[in-house]
């Protein structure tokens, strides 16, 4: 069993920052790639971001220069850094990855609880 937990949303103003976590834990043979997607009310939930095993990080292109997906050493928490956030930005903030269980031979989609960031003066 695979479990991703965020932690970290909450309230900001407008050009303020915030840092998302997430831990991934359980039966893990090998994590391919963590990131992030993204719900706003009323929209469907959009990829925002993606760190692989390699290092590798990929961005929506609207977070691009402001938001920084990392990753510690262990590659299994990874962190989503929000800088000079907007009102767009608000939303329920997803963890994902891409990850092989123990207990499979594939690669399977987690999906952390979610956590809300909400931008507002």
């Known amino acids: 069993h695979v479990q991703l937990v965020e932690s970290g949303g909450g309230f900001v103003q407008p050009g303020g920052s915030l840092r998302l976590s997430c831990v991934a834990s359980?039966?893990?043979?090998?994590?391919?790639?963590m990131g992030w997607y993204r719900q706003a009310p009323g929209k469907q939930r959009e990829w925002v971001a993606r760190i692989t095993s390699a290092g590798s990080t990929n961005y929506q292109d609207s977070v691009l220069g402001r938001f920084t997906n990392s990753r510690d050493g262990t590659g299994n928490t990874v962190y989503l850094q929000m800088n000079s956030v907007n009102t767009e930005n608000t939303a329920v903030y997803y963890c994902?990855?891409?990850?092989?269980?123990?207990?499979?031979?594939?690669?399977?989609?987690?999906w952390g609880q979610g956590t809300q960031v909400t931008v507002s003066s």
């Open positions: 994902h990855g891409n990850i092989i269980p123990k207990t499979a031979y594939w690669t399977v989609q987690y």
């Open positions: 359980g039966s893990i043979y090998r994590i391919n790639s």
